[in-house]
T-cell receptor, first 112, second 114 residues
């Protein structure tokens, strides 16, 4: 079946550091890939998505490129802010009816 | 705030009791999903509605769980004879047509079974 593997956390960075959170997936067919973010005390929000190979999703300075050859969708940001502290989930949608399969989440803490 | 609301936000119950959660989708969203999230894990799919029809159920959804979506608007998720292992965050997500794919999540209902 489909599965998503994220890098183990937590990740702790200083403000303005470069961020990479690794995500790899296993899926049949051609899934769409997503990054969702959960800020403290809030619900899951879509951060970005990519629907086909080589697509790049971007939002709020975050980027991720759909790499079919390496089955990866790594999240990157060039300069993180304290306000980026949250839990980040990689997910895919490739099965019937669009249900999402999530990774286990990566906790990011950014210090001033 | 995505516009998807869930009620209650928190529920504490004793083992063996029944509980019911409600999800109100964004208006005109015909797709509705329920997920369960335990501490330190990502959400896991439970069930899917397209309008009022329940089209898919996960094997995680035991006989004690039932979900409805009368008239294709709000949805309820009921757990009968709760067990401590049911303690989790229950998330509702809704969306437009399948072509859109994006799902909008509610704030969740946190259930604690004592």
């Amino acid at each position: 079946g489909n599965s998503v593997t994220q890098m183990e956390g937590p990740v702790t960075l200083s403000e303005e550091a470069f961020l990479t959170i690794n995500c790899t997936y296993t899926a049949t067919g051609y899934p769409s890939l997503f990054w969702y973010v959960q800020y403290p005390g809030e619900g899951l929000q879509l951060l970005l998505k990519a629907t086909k190979a080589d697509d790049k999703g971007s939002n709020k300075g975050f980027e991720a490129t759909y790499r079919k050859e390496t089955t990866s969708f790594h999240l990157e940001k060039g300069s993180v802010q304290v306000s980026d502290s949250a839990v980040y989930f990689c997910a895919l949608s490739g099965t019937s009816y669009g249900k999402l399969t999530f990774g286990q989440g990566t906790i990011l803490t950014v210090h001033p | 705030d995505t516009g998807v609301s869930q009620d209650p936000r928190h529920k504490i119950t004793k083992r063996g009791q029944n509980v019911t959660f409600r999800c109100d989708p964004i208006s005109e969203h015909n797709r509705l999903y329920w997920y369960r999230q335990t501490l330190g894990q990502g959400p896991e799919f439970l069930t899917y509605f397209q309008n009022e029809a329940q089209l898919e159920k996960s094997r995680l959804l035991s006989d004690r769980f039932s979900a409805e979506r009368p008239k294709g608007s709000f949805s309820t998720l009921e757990i009968q004879r709760t067990e401590q292992g049911d303690s989790a965050m229950y998330l509702c997500a809704t969306g437009w047509s399948l072509m859109q794919e994006t799902q909008y999540f509610g704030p969740g209902t946190r259930l604690l079974v004592l």
